[in-house]
């Protein structure tokens, strides 16, 4: 049983910044590929960010593509997303997820956990 534990979320104000960490246990976390999405009430949730099992690849949605930087620290099994120059339109909750294998995808529908997720507000 793999279990996500996401931390890092709150209030800030447009600009400012905001660092989200997930912490992963039970199963080996190098191979698996991390991800982080976000939703807001009433829509779907959408990707925001992707690395590969040895973090060598990652991929980001145009939205934050500049802004939001992911990393993992394989030693810690933690997986983090540093969000900065937010914007209003950045609030959501936003969710840790992890793969299988350590191929980095951008389909949620091809992740196969996922934590409880963490809210992230910006205001302007």
């Known amino acids: 049983q793999v279990q996500l534990v996401e931390s890092g979320g709150g209030l800030v104000q447009a600009g400012g910044s905001l660092r989200l960490s997930c912490a992963a246990s039970?199963?080996?976390?190098?191979?698996?590929?991390m991800g982080w999405f976000r939703q807001v009430p009433g829509k779907e949730r959408e990707f925001v960010a992707v690395?590969?099992?040895?973090?060598?690849?990652?991929y980001y949605a145009d939205s934050v593509e500049g802004r939001f930087t992911i990393s993992r620290d394989n030693a810690a099994n933690t997986v983090y997303l540093e969000m900065d120059s937010l914007r209003p339109e950045d609030t959501a909750v936003y969710y840790c997820?992890?793969?299988?294998?350590?191929?980095?995808?951008?389909?949620?529908?091809?992740?196969?956990?996922w934590g409880q997720g963490t809210q992230v507000t910006v205001s302007s």
């Open positions: 039970g199963r080996t976390f190098s191979g698996s590929a």
């Open positions: 997820a992890g793969r299988r294998t350590v191929t980095a995808l951008r389909n949620p529908n091809d992740f196969h956990y």
């Open positions: 690395i590969s099992g040895s973090g060598a690849t990652t």
